[in-house]
């Protein structure tokens, strides 16, 4: 069981924790190129949440890093039940943040047809954010489950 793949100070946990960043701040990006984004509320909610899961990421990215170049071990209780936490924290966030997204750019697109009636409404840049969410969001399940699969075998 501790061998695991994605587990905290692995290069298959570095992995997760990557992906986790790239496809936040990827999101971020995405979606603060687009003009106009801040008159959304979901949008805001997804730019808020994506800041906190690439923070979140990006801190335990580095602790897989300084575990892999001194071969520490992080399967500690303490150390798990706090990536544990935190993950499902982020996780959630995330889910409910892109799925607001996702909610309003269906919306604009199949449902009230925004975005044939004004041209300058940038919804394709909507949707890339939207999906980069739903990315990020997958990367960070999938180690909340590890970790905690890693927790309850402890």
């Known amino acids: ?15 997760l924790r ?19 984004f801040t008159n959304y509320t979901a949008f805001c909610y997804l730019i808020a949440s994506m800041g906190l899961q690439a923070l979140w990421s990006l801190g335990l990215a580095c602790l897989d890093c300084y575990a892999l170049i001194l071969k520490r071990d992080l399967q500690q209780a303490f150390f798990m039940s706090l990536f544990v936490v935190g993950d499902w924290v982020t996780a959630i966030l995330s889910f409910a943040a892109a799925c ?13 047809y925004f975005c044939r009636r004004d041209p300058q409404l940038p919804c394709g840049r909507f949707e890339v954010a939207t999906a980069f969410a739903f990315l990020s969001c997958a990367c960070s399940a999938a180690s909340a489950l590890v970790v905690f699969w890693l927790l309850a075998s402890l």
């Open 1 to 15: 069981m501790t061998e695991m793949a994605g587990r905290p100070g692995t290069s298959g946990g570095l992995v």
């Open 18 to 36: 990557a992906g986790q960043f790239i496809f936040a701040a990827a999101c971020i990006c995405a979606m603060s190129s687009a003009p106009g």
């Open 100 to 112: 607001s997204a996702g909610g309003v750019v269906v919306l604009f697109e199949r449902d009230a």
